[in-house]
Structure formats: C-alpha cells, structure tokens
C-alpha cells in the first residue's frame, strides 16, 4: 500500500488578488490530503503562482519558474502569466502544466498527475475558512473577477475576462467564517470593488433568510455587522462609492479607500480611457473628509503615460497638493504587451518618466510628513501583526498591510497578533509611529 504522503511546495508571486487564488489551491490541496512543503527540497511538485501584469513582473514570474525547475524539476504554472502558455513553454519546456488565473481544476488536475492523493477521509478535514497564507488575523476575501473598464495601460480585462461578481450571500457567509476563526480585519480585494455586483444586476442574495442585495454599499453595511475590521481596495472612482463613507463614519467598515486616480490631468485621463474631471473629484474628496473626518485616501499614479507633456505632469502636482491624499503609490508607466496604449504617440524618455517619478514621490513626502507629524499626540486604535523581543507592531485603521505604514510599541512583550488596542502617538517618521499604550 503506497503511504508516502505527497507534498506540494507554492511559489505565490503578484498581487493580493493572486495571493487569494494560492489560497484556494492550498484548501483544495489540503482537503485532498497533501501536505505542503516549505521548500523546495522534499516537495513532490511545486505550483508556482504568476504575475504577468508588467513586463518587470513577468520577468520575475519566468525566474521563478526557472529556479523552482533548478530546484524541484517538477513544475506546474498556474496564474495570470499561465494566459501565455506558448511564451512559457519556449523559456521553460520542461514545465508539467500551465494554467491561467483561477483555474483551480486544472491545477489540480495537473498535481494529480505529478503526485497522486492518498485517500484518506480522516486527512480530508479541513477548517472551514480554508487555508490562508496571511496571519491568521486578516484576511483577503476576493468578492468578485475580472473587469468590465478599459483602461488603455492594462491588460486585465483581456486576461481575466469581464466581471463576474460572487452573490453577497456566498462573500457574507466566508467573511463569517474567517471571522468564526479567528480573522479580526478583512480586505475586500477584486478588479474593481466598485463595480461590484453590477453583472447580476445587484441582484439579491439570502444570507440566513435575510435579503441582502449584491452590491458595494449593501455588502458594506451588511459585514459592518460581522464586527471585524472591513477595508476595501482597488475603488474606481464612481460617483456611488459616496454612498459608503456614511458607513465609514458610523464606524461600519474602516475609514479607509483605496482608489486609485492614475492621473489628474485630464488630458491624460482621456488617454487612458479613465473618468477625467478630477475638479468634480476634489469636490467629493473635501465632501469625503467633511462626513469622515477620521478617513485615509490611498491613491496610485502613473506618470510618463504616452504623451504626458511637463504641463500634464505639474498639473497632477498641482492637484496633489489640493488634494492632500495621505497615501500615495507611482508607477513609472511600463508598456505592457497587448495594452491599447502601446499605439499611442510620444513615448515619455526613460530619463524624464524617472525625474517625474522622483519629483512627485519628493512632493507627496512633504504632504505626507506634514500629516504624519500631525499625528502626535493624537489616540489610535491599533492591530497587532506581530511581537518580537523588542515589543509589538501594529497598524491603525488608516494602515493596510504591506503597503503602508506602522505603528512601535516597544517594550510590549504581553500584545498578541489580532489584538486590538489603543496608542497615543508620540513620534513619527516617514510613514511609521511611535508610541505607547493607553487604557482603552
Ligand atoms: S479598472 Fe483596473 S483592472 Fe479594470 S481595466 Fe482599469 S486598471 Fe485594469
């Protein structure tokens, strides 16, 4: 009787929204009994998980593939690379599968083939909340796929085909059990959060006999009733996402939006096929700040889009400094093969995109150390990510992992991940606090 055990090894790469799909691969995995590998050595197989949004991103995903088949030599590629399978194989022949994003039976399929399951219902338990590769405090919950915009820079659409929302019922009852296990702050991550629901025309969905309509706002309201930390990413900006900065300051979901603008100019907006009067859209952010004062805009940009003149570029400048956004991300505009904007005229020199990637970072710090300096003296509730001998670190409401800043309490040594408590700031730098407990 075969009782080798198979063990899988993942590489995840990209973007939240990637690190979702590992998750569900690890859960099917798991459920069907096989272990997963730390590392490549003693793994069976080893799934390596693609980004191929720009070309540094796909670089990175062909390295991986090519030192997990160095490593391991059993490979299967799965991810938003995996659309260009013909691309792949040319690198890398020697790879077992390729798959595109989401394709959780072929990837399965393939792992089949490279190291069969043991069946063994007794191993087939698997918590009901799945695996995750996050702490086990927060968690990304993916609400829906795919894209129905066109921005010209990207190429999502075209690799992860149109919208297609999961009904609020489904996203409601996993946001529970996330929360039943222990999950305190949840990040709703899709293409677009806004457009959420929009393909089942909002459709309503049963969530334990109450009708809860699949739509942005609804689903909002309805988890600010689950009591765990709701933050929403990737907002474009349509007018109804207004509607849920009430629920904001009511202290439903975090007070906190993650929406990124590209650009300012309108021009350039125009270029990219985006919504372009950001007039309006300061407009809406004072209006944003004056129903939530507490709230954190979080902002992305590209600059040396095909075309950006220095006028285009000081008038995103211009709007920033109007804007006063607390978090800001810029892209040096990278063609990514297949984006519409590849036909556009005057490519941006690589020298000019990098001095207008230095100025605007340079810029925002002033904005930006002017708000965290602000923020001396002030009480925060605060999540604990993790303890070390020196103390505990957090974030605020206004801090997503990863990509912003956090919060020192040194000398701690008693917090434990997940929890929440109170600091009064008492230093801070760059995008970081320093401070120390109060009682709640
Ligand atoms: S909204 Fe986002 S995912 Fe959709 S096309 Fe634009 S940049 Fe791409």
């Known amino acids: 009787m075969n009782t080798h055990i198979p063990k899988i090894g993942i590489v995840s790469l990209g973007c939240p929204k990637a690190l979702v799909d590992s998750e ?44 997990a088949l160095t490593e391991n030599g059993k490979v299967i590629v799965t991810g938003c690379l995996g659309v260009d ?32 399951p043991l069946h063994n219902p007794h191993m087939d338990l698997i918590p009901a909340e799945g695996i995750k590769l996050t702490p086990r405090h927060y968690a990304y919950l993916k609400i829906s796929e795919g894209c129905n915009q066109t921005c010209t820079f990207c190429i999502i659409p075209s690799m992860r085909g149109k919208l297609r929302s999961r009904p609020a019922g489904e996203v409601l009852k996993e946001a529970e059990n996330l929360a039943l296990s222990g999950v305190k702050e949840i990040l ?28 942005m706002y609804d689903l909002c309201n309805a988890l600010g009733d689950q009591k765990v930390w709701t933050r929403l990413h990737y ?30 100019s309108p021009r350039i907006l125009k270029l990219m096929k985006r919504p372009g009067n950001q007039i309006e859209l300061l407009e ?34 211009d709007w920033l400094e109007k804007a006063q956004l607390d978090r800001v991300g810029c ?9 519409a904007a590849n036909d556009l005229p005057d490519p941006v020199d690589e020298d000019v995109k990098e001095q207008r990637w230095n100025r605007l970072m340079e810029f925002q710090r002033q904005i930006s150390d002017e708000k965290m300096q602000a923020k001396i003296g002030k009480v925060f509730d605060v999540i604990i990510d993790e303890v070390d001998e020196e103390g505990a670190v957090g974030r605020t409401k206004g801090d ?16 434990k991940p997940g929890d929440i408590v109170k600091v009064k700031a008492e230093h801070a730098e760059d995008y970081d606090i320093w401070g120390s407990l109060v009682d709640a």
């Open 188 to 215: 709703l991550v899709s293409q677009d959060t806004g457009a959420y629901g929009s393909d089942l025309r909002y459709e309503e969905s049963d969530f334990y006999g109450k009708s809860v309509r699949t739509k």
């Open 331 to 339: 892209f040096k505009y990278e063609a990514v093969e297949g984006a």
């Open 400 to 415: 997503a992992p990863e990509i912003d800043g956090e919060v020192y309490i040194n000398g701690e040594l008693d917090l």
């Open 85 to 116: 399978e013909d691309g792949i194989r040319e690198v890398h022949p020697g790879v077992l599968a390729v798959s595109g994003p989401h394709q959780y039976e072929s990837v399965m399929e393939a792992v089949h083939q490279a190291s069969p």
């Open 235 to 264: 907002v474009y900006p349509y007018p109804h996402v207004d509607d849920v900065i009430p629920l904001m300051a009511e202290g439903k979901i975090l007070p906190y939006l993650d929406i990124p603008f590209q650009h300012a």
């Open 24 to 67: 569900r691969i690890l859960t099917r995995l798991r459920a069907e009994g096989y272990e997963i590998s730390p590392s490549y050595e003693g793994a069976d197989a080893v799934i390596v998980n693609t980004c191929g949004f720009i070309d540094s991103a796909k670089q990175e995903s062909f390295d991986a593939i090519g030192e």
């Open 284 to 317: 809406r952010i004072k209006k944003w700040r004056e129903i939530c004062p507490e709230i954190t805009i979080r902002s992305t940009f590209v600059v040396g889009f095909p075309g950006e003149t220095e006028e285009d570029f000081e008038y995103l400048l």
